[in-house]
């Protein structure tokens, strides 16, 4: 596999991932029965930002992944980065999913996610410089 084949594998990952989050906020939408809005329902609301935050997160990072395979970086780092983030991102959606409070899956997704940023950030400064 080339190191652009396997960005493009995690870009098709995370859209199959965006596509699990929508739908779930239509699910969870046609079950508390609201057609615009969140309604003040904790339920949606959580399920809308669980969707939003891969939102904030994940276009950017993805970016930066794809910008390593089209530098040639080496193949187990964008697999390890990309691997590492989605591990990142579903635990996330599953611990702010269940709760809006603290969990687990929330505090080590939201780690996981940080560190993947950054790795990927340093990554992307040292293939373009050096």
């Avoid at 084949?5 to 079950?31: D, H, P, Q, W």
């Avoid at 994940?58 to 780092?77: D, E, K, N, R």
Wanted: charged letters at 10%.
């Amino acid at each position: 596999m080339t190191p652009i084949e396997a960005a493009i594998l995690y870009a098709g990952l995370f859209i199959i991932l965006f596509i699990l989050l929508k739908v779930n906020v239509g699910r969870v939408r046609s079950a508390e029965k609201i057609i615009f809005g969140d309604g003040a329902n904790e339920r949606l609301q959580r399920a809308q930002r669980v969707q939003g935050n891969a939102v904030e997160d994940v276009p950017v990072t993805l970016i930066g992944i794809v910008g390593l395979g089209v530098l040639s970086a080496p193949v187990l780092l964008i697999h390890g980065l990309g691997a590492l983030f989605l591990i990142g991102r579903i635990l996330h959606a599953v611990g702010l999913g269940g709760s809006s409070g603290g969990s687990p899956g929330r505090m080590f997704g939201t780690l996981l996610t940080a560190i993947v940023m950054l790795v990927t950030g340093v990554s992307c400064l040292w293939f373009a410089l050096f």
